[in-house]
């Protein structure tokens, strides 16, 4: 197996695909090493957790696996939860091993998620 069974079965069927109507945070980026293409949107509850989330994207299997997972993660977290987040925590969910190649897929959607909550801080003013 190329990828550990995490992996394999986020990729294959990925959880929490699509967009929101009005969502409070919506960031996108590509990685431009190899041109995945991952956007995610979520919609805050009154408290500033992660009451729904999304992700889409036109990207390798590792970056879609991620971005699955990382959504499933993060339901009910506070933003500044996520903005704790590190690298290391997404990488051990993905439970195996990436070559220093990959890893930048991997942490794609983690980037792009601490890019929408801080660029909603900035334009919610909020501290």
Not at 21 to 28: A, F, L, V
Not at 58 to 73: H, V, Y
Not at 74 to 95: F, N, S, T, V
């Amino acid at each position: 197996m190329l990828y550990g069974g995490v992996i394999q079965e986020h990729a294959r069927r990925p959880r929490n695909v699509g967009s929101l109507e009005n969502p409070d945070i919506r960031h996108e980026e590509v990685n431009p090493f190899c041109g995945d293409r991952i956007r995610i949107e979520a919609i805050l509850d009154c408290h500033r957790r992660v009451a729904e989330i999304r992700f889409r994207g036109d990207a390798c299997m590792i970056s879609q696996a991620a971005g699955s997972i990382l959504t499933e993660m993060i339901k009910g977290w506070p933003i500044e939860a996520i903005e704790r987040l590190k690298e290391a925590d997404l990488l051990k969910a993905l439970e195996a091993p990436l070559r220093p190649a990959r890893i930048k897929c991997a942490l794609l959607p983690l980037e792009i998620l601490q890019s929408g909550v801080a660029s909603y801080r900035r334009l919610h003013a909020v501290s």
